[in-house]
């Protein structure tokens, strides 16, 4: 199955570490280098990917999804990817009661100098449907300047599940500005994970989830910033319908990067619930770490909390850890580690183990 | 009689500038277990904790000494490394870590297996460090990563204090099998400085000299059983009238 995109091997080392592997069981794989598609393939008849393009004109319904959920005037990088001839990215679909539990692997490359690569990707939900994605990112270690702009649309219809796994691993040259949205039917649910372990010059994003009725959104960001790298990032849940619910996690470790954590939960009905936990470890004294969580009920009966946390390693975590003879070094990296591990729940034991995996990788792909 | 292992001369330590210890003299032979008493205060644990290097504990006077090399003002690793292990009175949760993570990370045995069992501990691995710990969960893993690091200097903060009946039975057979209680004193290397307040460890494991810690200092030693006894009759200070003052300097 290897070798199937032309591409060296230091190049598909780059995108092993973001989860893009030609070696693991998925159920299908995108890729896309610069501004071209270089594959877009299921390996199981119950998921649908095609290059959005394509998509757009094999079926008419497609093209009202496009910007359905990310207001195109939203803001300048929005209006960019809006202005595209022709869209560059992803339409993924799971048919009704479609459970694929081979995640899907897709991947976007800078690959060329002073790219500006925009994207914009649908994926489509059916009812009763179970989805696992695992998007990754990535720029080539000679891209001097580049800059991502990407629209991401999700559509998880009634009882339908998705999550998904986005690891970015950027440089320190590189500027993102992602843009998903998620409506989440009644009973569905949505949990995407958030994962930057190397460095990057910026990123600003603030996905947004819709939760009908029963319906769950989770949010989880883990995040090492070292010297260099500017991170904006957080995400907005609005609790539409009853017993909606949401978490929001983030985990952020400043090792002199500069990271403001967003978190909005916006409680809009009665008998909804919602949590968010902003925890913040400075490890480095010219990084910084600014938590922002937000609650806003607009009905009574809402049940919203968050607890946010920003501080040094533990003092006495760090000597107890010495004192069993680890070196310093070894005690904060293993302090860091754990505090780094964070439990994402509802996800399959198998894409858990993957996901550490690959938390593990992008970490030891981390630049000096 | 065997070489010295443990050393500690005038030692006077400060914390956040107050006086802690105040010229603690001790000195631990090869193949000795030494227990000290003492009450709640009085500066038992800020001496383990000076002997481990942890920062926050100040040394302004006098000298810490570990097989002839003087260790004061070494960092915890390094005192580790040489040979010094210490199970906390109240180790700090370490969230993310697995129990199992660390215990592999600072492991000098080979296989610790047996003695997870042992100390029936394995239901334990994959929880997070101490975090949520139950007393007596504490007190085992504590002793469990002293038993993996298998170190010369076996350094115990009340290691029994919150336990159960029987699962002191545990740590005490883990104690005595780490200080190798079972060869002739003439074979053991290890030696042992334990902190008790209840006195059960010493139904089980057989310790050689008592000391009685009051106001930051040794002020009486004995044998152990002797001075535990007198505690429970007459108090510490009573303890102390009966068995007689140490003087500075009347240490070995
Ligand atoms: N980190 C610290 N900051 C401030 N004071 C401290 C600190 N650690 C110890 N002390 C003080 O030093 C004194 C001795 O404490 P230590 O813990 O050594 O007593 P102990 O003999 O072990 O008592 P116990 O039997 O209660 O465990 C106490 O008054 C205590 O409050
Ligand atoms: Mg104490």
New interface residues.
């Given amino acids: 199955m290897s070798n199937r995109v032309q591409l060296t091997l230091e190049e598909r080392k780059g995108l092993e570490r973001v989860g893009y592997d030609e070696q693991q069981e998925r159920s299908g794989t995108f890729l896309a280098a610069d501004h071209r598609v270089l594959e877009a393939k299921p390996f199981s008849d119950q998921v649908e990917i095609l290059p959005v393009a394509l998509a757009i004109r094999e079926y008419d319904w497609v093209h009202d999804l496009v910007f359905g959920l990310v207001d195109p005037d939203k803001d300048e990088y929005t209006r960019m990817v809006k202005k595209q001839m022709e869209p560059l990215g992803y339409f993924i679909r799971v048919k009704e009661g479609q459970e694929v539990i081979l995640p899907l692997q897709t991947c976007f490359y800078i690959r060329t100098d002073q790219t500006t690569q925009m994207t914009h990707n649908i994926i489509v939900a059916e009812p009763g449907s179970t989805l696992h994605l695992i998007s990754g990112c990535v720029a080539d270690a000679h891209v001097d300047k580049g800059r991502h702009l990407g629209v991401t649309e999700y559509y998880i219809g009634e009882g339908a599940t998705v999550t998904t796994t986005m690891i970015h691993s950027w440089g320190p040259n590189v500027t993102v500005y992602p843009r998903a949205a998620a409506h989440v039917k009644k009973g569905g649910r949505f949990i995407s994970n958030y994962v930057v372990m190397s460095p990057v010059k910026h990123i600003q994003m603030a996905p947004e989830a819709v939760v009908e009725e029963g319906g769950l959104a989770e949010f989880y960001s883990i995040v090492y910033a070292p010297e260099g790298s500017s991170l904006d990032i957080g995400g907005t849940i609005r609790l539409k319908g009853e017993q909606a619910r949401c978490e929001i996690v983030s985990r952020v470790v400043s090792d002199g990067g500069k990271v403001i954590t967003r978190g909005c939960i916006v409680g809009e009905v009665d008998g909804v619930q919602g949590t968010m936990a902003c925890n913040g470890l400075l490890v480095n004294p010219r990084g910084s770490i600014h938590a922002i969580p937000e609650l806003e009920g607009k009905s009574p009966l809402v049940l919203l909390s968050h607890e946010a946390s920003v501080g040094m390693i ?4 760090l ?10 070094e ?2 904060r990296e ?2 860091i ?6 439990r994402i729940k509802g996800l399959p034991e198998a894409l858990h183990k993957t996901i550490a995996e690959m938390i593990k990788k992008a970490k030891a792909g981390e630049a000096v | 009689m065997g070489s010295v292992m443990l050393e500690i001369k005038d030692l006077w330590v400060e914390i956040e500038g107050r006086s802690i210890l105040k010229g603690v003299n001790l000195v631990v032979g090869e193949g000795e277990v030494h227990i000290l008493f003492g009450p709640n205060g009085s500066g038992k644990s800020t001496l383990l904790s000076s002997v ?5 504990y100040r040394i302004v006077k006098g000298s810490i000494r570990f097989r002839g090399e003087r260790i004061d003002g070494f ?3 390094e ?3 040489r040979g010094v ?2 199970a ?1 009175q109240r ?2 949760a ?4 697995k129990l199992d ?2 215990i592999q ?2 492991a ?1 045995v080979s296989d610790c297996a047996p003695l997870y069992r042992e100390l029936e501990l394995d239901y334990l691995k994959d929880r ?2 101490n975090a949520g710990f139950s007393g007596g969960e504490l007190k085992r893993s504590e002793m469990l ?1 002293v038993a993996v ?1 298998a170190p010369e200097l076996v350094m115990l903060d009340e290691p029994e204090s919150g336990v159960d009946l029987e699962h002191i039975a545990v740590i005490s057979g883990a104690i005595n099998k780490l200080l190798e209680k079972d060869s002739p004193c003439s074979d053991r290397s290890r030696s042992g400085l334990i902190i008790t307040h209840t006195g059960y460890i010493l139904d089980y494991v057989k310790a050689d000299r008592g000391h009685v810690f009051i106001g930051g200092r040794i002020v009486c030693t004995d044998d152990p059983l002797e001075i535990f006894h007198e505690i429970q009759k007459r108090g510490y200070e009573g303890c102390v009238h009966r068995l007689g003052q140490q003087t500075i300097g009347d240490v070995s």
Wanted: charged share 20%; aromatic share 8%.
């Fill in positions: 533990s003092q006495d975590e000597s107890y850890l010495m004192a069993s003879g680890l070196s310093e070894r005690a293993l302090i580690q754990g505090f780094l591990d964070v | 481990s290097g942890l920062p926050g960092r915890p690793d005192i580790a490394k292990g210490l906390f180790p700090p370490i969230k993310g870590v993570t660390f990370a600072i000098n997070d460090l990563k690091q």
